[in-house]
């Protein structure tokens, strides 16, 4: 199985967390780049930065 695995800031994360989205969208700075490292319906896993490190969610 293929996956990704997204870092992210515990603090955006907490943000998103208490506004329970349905969407949300995973971006990198600069946007220069096209995202193509998965096929569509792949798991993209987010994970907490340090001090945390582990997984905190799943997109697909």
């Given amino acids: 199985m293929e996956y990704y695995i997204g870092n992210t800031d515990p603090e955006w ?3 998103l967390h208490k506004k329970e989205p349905e969407d949300i969208n995973f ?3 600069g ?3 096209r995202f193509h490292v998965l ?3 792949a798991p993209f ?3 907490l930065k340090s001090p945390i490190n ?3 969610g799943i997109g697909f």
């Fill in 13 to 15: 994360f907490d943000f």
């Fill in 27 to 29: 971006w990198q700075p």
């Fill in 31 to 33: 946007g220069r780049f």
């Fill in 39 to 41: 096929k569509p319906g």
């Fill in 45 to 47: 896993l987010l994970r």
């Fill in 54 to 56: 582990k997984i905190a």
